[in-house]
């Protein structure tokens, strides 16, 4: 007899994204059986592959509640630091201003990543930052010409992924603190070449799970193919 609870839980994990064989792998540990899980996926019409089916209506607004940068990216640039300062005392050097930079993270990051918000608006990508100084952008589907998921080394150890959304205007450039490193409460923040949020023509989303990095581009690009350019958007 088909079983409804089997049939909501594969549901979800659709949505967020799972595919078929990890789905029913879940659902053996958990005490299912193999005929009953089976049973389940058959009386869905929706195939159970991740790539077909769509993390998130286009309908329905997606939000950092939904795909959240992980507490794990809070530590990136300190384990980043302390890495290098292991990796340089082997070789007898040392670089005290990476010492002094840790705790400075240590605080910034998560205010950073309390602070930003981002939302799928019918017509906008909507994104909120900043700490002290606050701001906030609407950009039209339709000027956003890429939509692109990168992972560096740190991400592909841990399984993260940054989400980036690059627009058809030219906006400013960015601010530098430290040679490669930028910090800017008020506004986007830069942890090892890595922006959070708004910065010049570029929305960067960082620490999120690869799963769902790959989920808002879909979302993106749904919303993108549903909002052509207007004589009247401007990006800004």
């Known amino acids: 007899m088909l079983n ?14 799972e595919g078929k064989q990890q789905i029913t792998d879940s659902l ?9 899980v089976q049973e389940a996926f058959n009386s869905l019409s929706a195939p159970a592959s991740p790539i077909a089916t769509s ?6 607004i997606v939000t950092e509640k939904n795909y959240p940068i992980t507490k794990l990216w809070i530590f ?12 340089a005392l082997l070789f007898g050097y040392y670089f005290p201003y990476l010492l002094i930079a840790l705790p400075i993270y240590l605080i910034a990051n998560p205010l950073i990543r309390a602070n930003f918000h981002y939302s799928t608006e019918e017509k906008f990508f909507d994104v909120r930052q900043g700490v002290f100084s606050k701001k906030q952008r609407h950009l039209p589907y339709g000027v956003i010409q890429n939509v692109l998921v990168k992972q560096d080394w740190f991400d592909r150890i841990f399984g993260l992924a940054s989400f980036s959304v690059e627009n058809a205007s030219q906006g400013g450039g960015k601010e530098f603190f430290g040679g490669s490193k930028s910090f800017r409460l008020g506004g986007t923040y ?42 009247s ?3 800004l």
């Open 28 to 36: 053996i540990k958990a005490g299912w059986q193999n005929n009953d």
């Open 76 to 87: 990136k640039a300190p384990i980043i630091i302390i890495v290098i300062s292991i990796v």
């Open 4 to 17: 409804n609870e089997i049939v909501n839980y594969i549901k979800s994990e659709l949505v967020k994204g």
């Open 190 to 231: 830069q942890q090892q070449g890595e922006s959070v949020g708004s910065s010049g023509n570029k929305v960067n989303i960082p620490g999120l799970k690869k799963k769902d990095a790959e989920a808002i581009k879909l979302v993106l690009l749904q919303k993108m193919k549903e909002n052509p350019i207007e004589d």
């Open 55 to 60: 993390p998130q209506s286009t309908s329905e």
């Open 233 to 235: 958007q401007s990006g």
